[in-house]
Each structure stands twice: as structure tokens, then as C-alpha cells.
């Protein structure tokens, strides 16, 4: 079967063609972080912004160490599929946006010439929590970080925030030009996070004033809310979309048909007309960033961990047991909806149903163990902060807790309840199994873990409530597997 690129692209059926001919786009951001998820996201509304209204906003993207996106891509001339499932069937389409490629290991200084091109307007970024280096309790740079501080000394940059920085610094002594950069990770205010990490760096650097001057007044740093649901890519996906297309793609993209974006209008230099591909462009979104990591990714966490550690594969058929469905709507509405103030017109009750019907989409292989990974840079702004909220607030929030002692039910235990092997994949997994590996008691493990600065911060090792709390949920996933503990948890809160 012949593959999918320009010279193949008038054989692609009619529905599944591109809105917009590539031919001739110029480029206008670099984005750092070439998963799947950026090209299910940003790069479907960049590319239906451009379609509608128009514009230079083609993305050369940049793989921060992998080079298998862009060896799957490169060969396609950048474009690849998006294959939609939902309730109704799956729908491919070719998307275009994509119209330069690099993989920044094999050439950092490509990367730094990039984004201090004029022609560049936007940088935007999804490289995971754990690939902006810093602390997550406080939003810090780890500024002992090996690879930070060998960057700081003058190598070529390795790191995400190396490359940034050096790409800005580049920019402010060649044009000077204005520039956006938009951090579109899971992170609290994520934009104002990035630009703390990113002058934590510049602070370092024997001659950074003069670019923190720059800065202030030529780069924003806009915070972004991004929801999609992205599975990993499967090999039965590729075939699904060479029956569909009648050509191979090697880079197809997987996702649910819902997608949003909620953006802060700071782009000094221009940007696409993303509204035209319906997203909001607001001034101020915490609040919506607030909802969809306490609701959508707190809850999706609990089903990661106790899907996980009852042996479930994934997050649909870990809903369809509806102990677990009611924990994880419960953690929603009776925990983090009351944590804080909702975005004008957002029904919470409304939104958390259609969280729990987007999660239960049976099509949707989005697997548990991806949900589980990192747990120690995703808890803070997915659970940590509805805990203390509800703490300050003298209430103990039940469901949250239950998926804190998941998280370290899957940290402590060697096998899930079925007996496999649990794999720990977190940038600090070698630290915390040896913190409980030989612990046998849960009130010790959940002291050791919650005295784990960088995660709980000060504050919550204290908290004796909380601690006990956690303590009875480990014991009782400990002793009755995860399945059979949250049964049991969900009947007795009913009565
Ligand atoms: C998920 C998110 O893998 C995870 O941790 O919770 O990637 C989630 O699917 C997205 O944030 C949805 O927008």
C-alpha cells in the first residue's frame, strides 16, 4: 500500500481530505513537544483557524528527544491522520499544519535559530509536566537539576527550558522581535508556571539581565486551558486508517471528538484566528483550568490508580464498573467542584456528568497505566489542591483522598491485585520505592510519602485528620484489593 504524503494526498477520499492545501503555508510557530497530543489539539484548531480566516500559522515541530514522531512524519511531508472516534463510529482526516520538523538532540542549534526567526510569532509547548525540571510543590526550577545546570554553563541545550531560553536570547540580539510563548501542559497557570521556570533560568545565567529586561516587555507568557482526550496510538489504529484513507500513515493521531481550548489573549505578535475553530479567548482562565485539573484529571486519576491496581486496562472499562463510575463522579462534585469558583455560565453538575460519559466512551482505548504515570507531577494541581481547599474550609474531602491513597497503594505495592507486575513510571520512582518498599505498615508509608516536600509540600504531613484518613484507605486497598475496597467504600457513603 502506498503511504500518505503531498504526492499521494489527491488520492485520499473526499471526507477525509484536509481543509487547507499545505502548499505554500508559511510557518508561524514552533512548538516544543511533537506527541500526539499536540497534533490532535492545537494543531486541529491551528489548522481549522487557518482554513477559516487565514493566515502564515504553519507549526515546525520539535521533538525535545524522541526522533520517532518525526521519522513517522518526515516522510509524509508532515502531514498525518486524525482518526476521531466517537459514540457514532470513527472519522479520518488528514491534517496539514505541520510544515517543518527537527528533533532537538540531533540539532540544538536548529531549534535556537527557530524560535529567534521574526517569521515566528509563537512558541507553544506540551512536553508533560515533568519536562519543565521543576519542583512541583512550589513551581520552582530545580536549579541543582544536572542537566539544568549544564545547560546554564554554555553547552548546547538539552533541556526544554535550555532551548527556550536560548532561543530567546538569540532573538532578543538579532531582531528583538515581540513573541509569544504558550506553555499548553496540565501544569497551574501554567503560563505564569513557565515563565517562573523559565526566569528561575535566566536568573542563573552570568549575563541573563539584559534578556530579563528583554522579557518583561517582549514576551508573554499566556496561561491555557487544553482539553482532549488522546489515546495513545495503537497498531490497530494505523490499519483502521489505512482502510479508511486506502493509504499507509505511520503518525496517525487518535482522539474523542470533544476538544477545547480556553486561551488569555496576550499574543504581542499576532495569532491564528483560533476562536473560528471554537476556542475562547479570555483574559483571565484560571478558573477553567481550576475545573478541568481538579474535575477532569483528578477524576481521571482515580480511575488510573484503582483501575490500575485491580489489573483494568483502561479508563472506559474501569468505568463500567460502577463503583468505581460513582467514586470518580462523587470526587467531582462532592470534593473539587466545592473547592472553587466556577467560570461564569459553567454548570459544574452538568460538566461532571459529561466528564464521566466522555471517560466511559467505550471506543476510547485511552489505557489506565497512562493516566498512572508521573504521578509525583501530577498530583499537586490535580488532587493536593482540592485536599487543601477542602481542609481550610474544615471539610475532609473523601473521594480525594481515596485517590491519594491509590496513588500510593500503586507506589508501595510490587504487583496489582491480579498479580502482575506494577510498573512505577515516574521521573522519581527509584526515590519513593525506597522510601516504602520495605515498609509494612500504612500509617508509616503514608507518612514517609506525604513528607515528601516536593509533592505535599509543608503543609499536609501534618494534617493528622488527613493522615488518618489516608491511612484507612491504603489499609483497606492493601487488604481487600482495589475493586473490592471501593465496592465497599461507595455502599457504606450511600447509606
Ligand atoms: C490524562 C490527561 O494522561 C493523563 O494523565 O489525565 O492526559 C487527559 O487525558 C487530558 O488532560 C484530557 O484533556
Given amino acids: 500500500m502506498k503511504r500518505l504524503s503531498l504526492s499521494t494526498l489527491s488520492e485520499v477520499p473526499h471526507t477525509s481530505r484536509p481543509r487547507i492545501d499545505p502548499r505554500g503555508i508559511g510557518v508561524g510557530i514552533v512548538h516544543l513537544g511533537l506527541g500526539a497530543f499536540h497534533r490532535a489539539h492545537q494543531a486541529d484548531f491551528t489548522e481549522e483557524a487557518m482554513a477559516r480566516a487565514g493566515g502564515d500559522w504553519g507549526i515546525c515541530g520539535v521533538s525535545p528527544r524522541s526522533p520517532r514522531v518525526v521519522d513517522a512524519v518526515g516522510p509524509q511531508d508532515g502531514l498525518y491522520s486524525l482518526l476521531v472516534r466517537g459514540p457514532d463510529g470513527s472519522r479520518a482526516r488528514v491534517l496539514t499544519p505541520l510544515r517543518g520538523w527537527l528533533v532537538a538532540p540531533n540539532d540544538p542549534d536548529a531549534v535556537v535559530a527557530r524560535i529567534s ?87 542563573m545565567l552570568p549575563d541573563g539581565d539584559e534578556l530579563r529586561e528583554w522579557m518583561k516587555s517582549s514576551v508573554s507568557f499566556p496561561s491555557c486551558m487544553v482539553d482532549r482526550i488522546v489515546p495513545a496510538t495503537t497498531a490497530r489504529d494505523r490499519d483502521e486508517v489505512a482502510a479508511l484513507l486506502g493509504l499507509r500513515d505511520e503518525a496517525v493521531v ?68 460502577d463503583h468505581f463510575a460513582v467514586a470518580a463522579g462523587n470526587l467531582m462534585t462532592q470534593d473539587a467542584a466545592k473547592s472553587f469558583e466556577p467560570p461564569p455560565s459553567l454548570d459544574l453538575a452538568a460538566y461532571a456528568e459529561d466528564l464521566l460519559e466522555r471517560f466511559a466512551s467505550p471506543g476510547l482505548h485511552y489505557r489506565t497505566l497512562q493516566v498512572a504515570s508521573d504521578g509525583s507531577q501530577k498530583l499537586p494541581q490535580r488532587l493536593l489542591g482540592t485536599i487543601r481547599d477542602r481542609r481550610a474550609a474544615g471539610a475532609l474531602p473523601r473521594w480525594a483522598v481515596l485517590a491519594v491513597a491509590g496513588w500510593m497503594r500503586w507506589v508501595w505495592t510490587p504487583v496489582t491485585d491480579v498479580g502482575t507486575p506494577r510498573v512505577l513510571d515516574d521521573p522519581m520512582a527509584s526515590r519513593l520505592e525506597a522510601l516504602v518498599s520495605a515498609v509494612d505498615d500504612a500509617a508509616d508509608v503514608v507518612a514517609r510519602l506525604l513528607g515528601v516536600r516536593e509533592i505535599f509540600g509543608d503543609d499536609l504531613v501534618g494534617d493528622a485528620l488527613l493522615r488518618a484518613a489516608l491511612r484507612d484507605d491504603l489499609a483497606r486497598l492493601a487488604a481487600d484489593g482495589a475493586d473490592a475496597a471501593v465496592r465497599a467504600i461507595v455502599a457504606e457513603m450511600a447509606r
Avoid at 521543576?134 to 554554555?154: M, N, S, W
Avoid at 523559565?198 to 536568573?203: I, K, L, Q, R, T
Avoid at 474523542?256 to 491564528?272: K, L, S, Y
Fill in 117 to 203: 526567526d521574526p517569521t515566528i510569532r509563537i512558541v507553544t509547548l506540551t512536553v508533560s509536566e515533568k519536562g519543565y525540571r521543576h519542583d512541583p510543590a512550589t513551581g520552582r526550577l530545580r536549579r541543582d537539576d544536572p542537566e539544568v545546570v549544564a545547560d546554564v554553563a554554555g553547552r548546547p541545550p538539552r533541556t526544554v527550558v535550555g532551548l527556550l531560553v536560548r532561543g530567546l536570547q538569540r532573538r532578543m540580539t538579532t531582531s528583538g522581535a515581540p513573541i509569544a510563548v504558550l506553555c499548553c501542559d496540565n501544569l497551574p497557570h501554567n503560563g505564569a508556571t513557565l515563565a517562573t521556570v523559565v526566569d528561575d533560568f535566566v536568573e
Fill in 254 to 321: 487518535v482522539a474523542e471528538p470533544f476538544r477545547q481550548w480556553v486561551i488569555e489573549d496576550e499574543f504581542p505578535a499576532g495569532r491564528p484566528a483560533w476562536e473560528h475553530a471554537g476556542a475562547l479567548l479570555v483574559s483571565d482562565v484560571r478558573s477553567y483550568e481550576l475545573a478541568k485539573l481538579r474535575m477532569l484529571n483528578g477524576a481521571h486519576s482515580l480511575l488510573g490508580y484503582l483501575g490500575a491496581l485491580a489489573g483494568i486496562d483502561t479508563i472506559a472499562e474501569t468505568m463500567s464498573r
